[in-house]
């Protein structure tokens, strides 16, 4: 489905509503929705998917993801949550996860930044300078 330039505004307009402080209030976008769905604009539709895809690029900015070849202990963890808050600000959901192909140090990917300390990225370097 083609989008039109106008849904594209009116979905940015009603993406940027459901804003509080610079992070997405999931009840506003729930409310914002059914309105939506009530009073039906001309194209409520192609509105509805690009609001969808500004959500999802918004929940995948948002997400940090660190990868570690250990179980990391809660206070490295807490460390590493408050290093990324400060750089990125407030509402990031955190996951970490063990990943034993990396030998040690640590994978982070929030939204499409990537910092990769592994020794395995190490390896790889390594690998292709020779």
């Known amino acids: ?15 940027r509503s459901c804003l509080v402080k610079g992070v997405l209030d999931e009840a506003r976008v729930r409310q914002a929705v059914k309105r939506v769905l009530e009073v039906k604009p001309r194209g409520y539709l192609a509105i509805l998917s690009h609001m969808e895809r500004l959500l999802k690029l918004d929940l995948e900015r948002r997400t940090a993801r660190v990868e570690s070849a250990i179980a990391l202990g809660p206070e490295l963890q807490t460390k590493i949550q408050a290093g990324l ?4 600000g407030q509402g990031l ?34 690998q292709e300078s020779f």
């Open 1 to 15: 489905m083609k989008i039109s330039k106008q849904a594209r505004r009116d979905a940015k307009q009603l993406f």
């Open 85 to 88: 808050t400060k750089t990125y």
């Open 93 to 126: 959901i955190f996951s970490f996860n063990q990943n034993p192909a990396l030998l040690g140090g640590l994978r982070i990917k929030v939204g499409s930044d990537v910092y990769d300390t592994s020794i395995q990225a190490r390896l790889a370097a390594l």
